[in-house]
């Protein structure tokens, strides 16, 4: 069976003109995208009743249980089911004036789906007078040639030499909406069990410690620099100075001892993480310098990142009212107000957040963290 779905109200089935094999009453399907397996409790051939249908009928096919398929979804035989792929190879004939361009978004039309597409490359031209294969960067007017596709959306797609149906698409352009080339699947280049999207490639853990005066700028480099990182796909924790009082070192208080062992469980912790390929984004005063050495030689994958404002710019800012507080005597001790700060002899980034913009600073840690994943591996 290969039969792609139309989903049909009037028998409560699924209609279609079946693509390959034959269905019959009672065999078990499988069903794509989900890979549910099903089994049939009846088949209407051109809307009659019958045991079984072999390709090419128009069949309806009714499913013992209530499954959820959409137009374009497919019934297949799970002995043999299409490949589920974004990456494939293909044999193009290309069939328009303007020539192929590679690395740009084209329509692609396979059975009922429309999906974006990209011819990543061009593996060889084939000379249909000498039948001889031929490098090419270009294709023009009926060349015909064997490419690389990526879609952006995978396909349920058969080899064309054993499916004529489900194994031919065509090319269309974005702009023009013009049909420019036939296609015909060949092989399947995803590995199995691969996302369509391409893999994260494997990166080591780093424990990324932003240091720096309160309303230097601590959180919203670390929020920003995680959204970065989270783009790109990296495994990411963060550890936040206040979220981590509340929690894990909930009851410490400001003492030198304190404050000291609020930053060996920080260290703990991010040390655990660092250790299983994570990236660990912290962002804590910390103001001894001691204590920083400590951890990061504990750790080892570390990147000290000096958040530095002068005091004036951080107590203007005053985000949260604490310097006002601390002034007041309303908090006794206060790092820069009557505790000391001891700034990062060498770090290895310095934000100076009072001359530069959130981004120009993010992306300056962003650029040294990609840089020290690639010297890690
Ligand atoms: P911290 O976490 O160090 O206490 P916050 O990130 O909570 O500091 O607050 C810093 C304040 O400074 C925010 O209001 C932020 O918008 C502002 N700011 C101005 N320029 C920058 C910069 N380049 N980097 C980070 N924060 C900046």
């Known amino acids: 069976v290969q039969l792609v779905v139309r989903p049909d109200a009037t028998f409560r089935g699924y209609s279609g003109t079946l693509a390959g094999g034959r269905v019959r009453t009672g065999d078990v399907v499988r069903l794509l995208p989900s890979g549910q397996e099903a089994r049939i409790a009846s088949v209407l051939d051109a809307g009659e009743p019958c045991e079984e249908a072999a390709a090419p009928a128009p069949v309806t096919v009714c499913l013992e249980e209530e499954r959820d398929l959409s137009r374009g979804d497919m019934i297949a035989c799970p002995a043999e089911p299409p490949a589920v792929t974004g990456h494939f190879r293909a044999t193009l004939i290309w069939m328009a004036q303007q020539p192929l361009r590679c690395g740009v978004p084209y329509l692609l039309k396979h059975t009922t789906r429309q999906v974006c597409a990209t011819i990543e490359r061009i593996l060889y031209r084939t000379d249909i007078q000498t039948l001889e294969r031929m490098p090419s960067q270009e294709l023009r ?3 015909i040639a064997e490419v690389e596709i990526e879609t952006h959306h995978p396909l349920y797609l058969d080899p064309y030499d054993e499916n004529r149906l489900t194994g031919s698409f065509i090319v269309i352009d974005m702009d023009s909406n013009l049909t420019v080339a036939a296609g015909m699947a ?33 959180t919203t480099i670390g929020t920003g620099l995680y959204e970065r990182l989270a783009a790109r796909g990296y495994r990411l924790e963060k550890l936040d100075g206040d979220i981590v009082r509340k929690h894990l070192s909930m009851g410490l208080g400001f003492s030198k001892e304190d404050r000291d062992e609020n930053i060996r469980r920080i260290g703990f912790v991010a040390g655990l993480l660092t250790r299983n390929n994570v990236v660990v984004v912290v962002s804590a005063i910390s103001p001894y310098r001691a204590g920083r050495d400590e951890v990061r030689q504990h750790i080892g994958s570390f990147l000290e990142v000096y958040v530095d404002a002068p005091l004036e710019v951080c ?28 700034p990062p002899e060498r770090p290895d980034v310095v934000c100076h957040t009072d001359r530069e913009t959130v981004e120009e600073s993010v992306e300056k840690v962003f650029r040294a963290v990609e840089r020290a994943l690639r010297e890690a591996v």
């Open 141 to 143: 007017l009926n060349d």
């Open 186 to 218: 060949r092989e399947n280049l995803q590995q199995e069990g691969a996302e369509s999207t391409p893999p994260v490639p494997f990166h080591r853990g780093l424990t990324v410690w932003l240091t720096g005066l309160s309303a230097a700028g601590k």
């Open 315 to 342: 107590e203007q800012r005053d985000p949260k009212g604490l310097y006002q507080r601390a002034r007041a005597g309303a908090i006794p001790v206060f790092t820069g107000i009557s505790a000391p700060y001891e």
